[in-house]
């Protein structure tokens, strides 16, 4: 039996900022057990997770619904946006509470918040803050994420969607990978109508989105000037993409939105050791490849010049995915 006593847990190892934010639960037996196991095991992660204020690092217009971080609690409420935007749920809704994936959801928390702090790039950095200072007016008075996005949906998922990198306006804005762009409610409605999402609109954190079955991440993480990084910021930030993988174990396919996902992971496969075809798999709509003991299956990128030419159309991109169902079998 435990009593919760809403002591602050100090900074600890990769889940430290997860937990700074949550409280310690003291047994009779004088046992500590960490408020996330605590949570889960009692199955309201959810409501834990929504007890602090979560970040908007920048404030805006999720202030007061994600909160403001603020400096000295910055790092906890990433930890713990990180760790809510990587929620998982088993088939009856509840959440998942085995040993591995508690490790898995909290290695990649851990990930999420390294990504979300990385300034590794200065021209990335640069141009992503530079968006948020000077936004369209469409977005005026909204206060940006004006950072690196990392990864977002089921952590058991066997479907892995890797884009090109984060929308200036979009990613950049919301702090969600496809979230409050074209391009994501394109993506976002397919996903829905095929099953993977629980709702077809994506427009800011803390909308209530969530997969089944699917990750989404991407080859670069920070918004790149003219949608174009290069290829020193594509290999800088490629372990971020291998680490991902290497965490998503149940992964059985991957679905590159476009040639630069494609190209992305083939590279991110490899530096893992994994076997890549010779000749490399050229990337085409629809086409598959095996890399190392996964399915690639491509598609065009759900991007405006493609949609709104009509080269990728409401059929090709649910088709793409009830395709990418079958192959996970
Ligand atoms: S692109 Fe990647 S490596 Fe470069 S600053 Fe952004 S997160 Fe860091």
Redesign the pocket.
């Known amino acids: 039996m435990f009593l919760f006593l809403g002591a602050k847990l100090p900074r600890r190892g990769e889940i430290g900022t997860v937990q700074a934010g949550d409280h310690l639960a003291v047994g009779l037996d004088r046992g500590e057990l960490a408020a996330e196991d605590f949570v889960e095991d009692l199955d309201i992660l959810f409501l834990v997770g929504r007890a602090g204020r979560l970040p908007s690092p920048a404030g805006g217009q999720d202030r007061g619904k994600e909160g403001d971080g603020g400096s000295q609690e910055e790092g906890a409420a990433h930890g713990a946006a990180a760790h809510n935007s990587i929620r998982c749920h088993d088939d009856a809704g509840k959440p998942m509470s085995s040993v591995k994936d508690k490790d898995s959801r909290r290695a990649l928390a851990s990930l999420a918040e390294e990504?979300h702090n990385?300034?590794?790039?200065l021209r990335?950095?640069e141009w992503r803050e530079a968006q948020a200072a000077n936004p369209p007016r469409r977005y005026r008075g909204e206060e940006y994420w004006a950072r690196?996005i990392s990864g977002f949906g089921d952590p058991e998922a066997r479907i892995v969607i890797v884009g090109l990198a984060p929308a200036a306006h979009g990613a950049n804005r919301t702090g969600r990978m496809f979230t409050g762009d074209r391009s994501g409610d394109w993506l976002y409605a397919s996903l829905h109508r095929t099953g993977f999402a629980n709702q077809p609109h994506s427009q800011r954190r803390g909308d209530g989105l969530e997969l089944r079955d699917a990750y989404i991440t991407a080859t670069?993480?920070?918004a790149p000037p003219a949608n174009k990084p290069t290829p020193e910021?594509r290999d800088?930030?490629l372990p971020?993409l291998e680490r991902e993988l290497r965490l998503l174990e149940r992964c059985q396919v991957i679905v590159a939105l476009g040639s630069f996902g494609w190209d992305g992971f083939l590279r991110a496969a490899r530096a893992l050791g994994e076997e890549v075809p010779r000749p490399r798999p050229k990337f085409g709509h629809g086409a598959e490849a095996e890399v190392g003991g996964r399915l690639l299956l491509g598609s065009y990128h759900p991007s405006q010049q493609n949609t709104f030419t009509g080269k990728l159309t409401v059929p090709m991109t649910d088709a793409i995915f009830e395709r990418a169902r079958v192959l996970a079998k």
């Open positions: 990504v990385c300034r590794l790039c990335l950095v690196p670069v993480r920070c910021e800088t930030c971020y």
